[in-house]
């Protein structure tokens, strides 16, 4: 599943959509702007392998752990449960969606988790690709267009996102 809500009413809108998501493949179900909401990320969810979300994130003091904002809202994954487990992998194409440091200054820096993606790692998916900083939507869309054409060559989730940075 690819979503991708591009103009969203409380925040700036993604863009290059068409770069990094120029093919989509036979199997593939994509939920663009009005339809990348969060009752339909539930629904298709639920029957995913692999959901790819090419959005803005959110992290900050009032969502620790950080959302992804849709069409509709910002979705938390905790509110879509059990959607998740068994997942094979969540790409989270979505600025700070990887940090796991607390946002609270006052919080100890201890070997604890926080992050969007460990989120996901906690409801059952069994792996994340998250970033740690904003990225440009460009170069964003570049990179995720190069990681998908490795994976069309057959290479694995951890070597095609290896091969996309080196390109990059």
Same mark, same amino acid.
């Given at each position: 599943?690819?979503v991708?809500? @591009?103009?969203?009413?409380? /925040?700036a809108?993604?863009r290059?959509?068409?770069?990094a998501f120029?093919e989509? &493949?036979?199997?593939?179900?994509?939920?663009?702007?009005?339809k990348?909401t969060?009752?339909?990320?539930?629904?298709?969810s639920?029957s /995913?392998?692999?959901?790819?979300?090419f959005?803005? @994130?959110?992290?900050?003091?009032?969502?620790p752990?950080?959302?992804?904002?849709?069409?509709?809202g910002?979705?938390?994954?905790?509110e879509?449960g059990?959607?998740?487990?068994?997942?094979?992998r969540v790409? *989270?194409?979505?600025?700070r969606?990887?940090?796991?440091?607390?946002?609270?200054?006052?919080?100890?820096w201890v070997?604890e988790v926080?992050? *969007?993606?460990?989120?996901f790692?906690?409801? &059952?998916?069994?792996?994340?690709i @998250?970033?740690?900083?904003?990225?440009p939507?460009?170069?964003? /869309?570049?990179?995720?267009?190069?990681y998908?054409?490795?994976?069309?060559? &057959?290479?694995g989730?951890?070597?095609?996102?290896?091969d996309?940075?080196?390109?990059?």
């Amino acid at each position: 599943v690819v979503v991708m809500p @591009g103009a969203v009413p409380h /925040a700036a809108p993604t863009r290059f959509h068409a770069i990094a998501f120029g093919e989509i &493949g036979a199997t593939e179900t994509v939920l663009s702007e009005e339809k990348a909401t969060k009752g339909n990320v539930r629904t298709w969810s639920a029957s /995913a392998d692999i959901v790819s979300f090419f959005a803005h @994130g959110h992290y900050g003091e009032d969502v620790p752990a950080g959302v992804i904002r849709l069409a509709d809202g910002d979705v938390n994954p905790a509110e879509h449960g059990e959607a998740w487990r068994g997942m094979e992998r969540v790409e *989270l194409w979505a600025c700070r969606s990887g940090v796991n440091v607390s946002y609270d200054p006052l919080t100890p820096w201890v070997d604890e988790v926080f992050g *969007l993606d460990v989120v996901f790692h906690q409801l &059952g998916v069994r792996s994340t690709i @998250g970033t740690f900083w904003n990225v440009p939507d460009l170069v964003t /869309a570049l990179l995720v267009r190069e990681y998908r054409h490795a994976l069309t060559r &057959g290479r694995g989730a951890p070597a095609s996102l290896a091969d996309a940075m080196r390109w990059w």
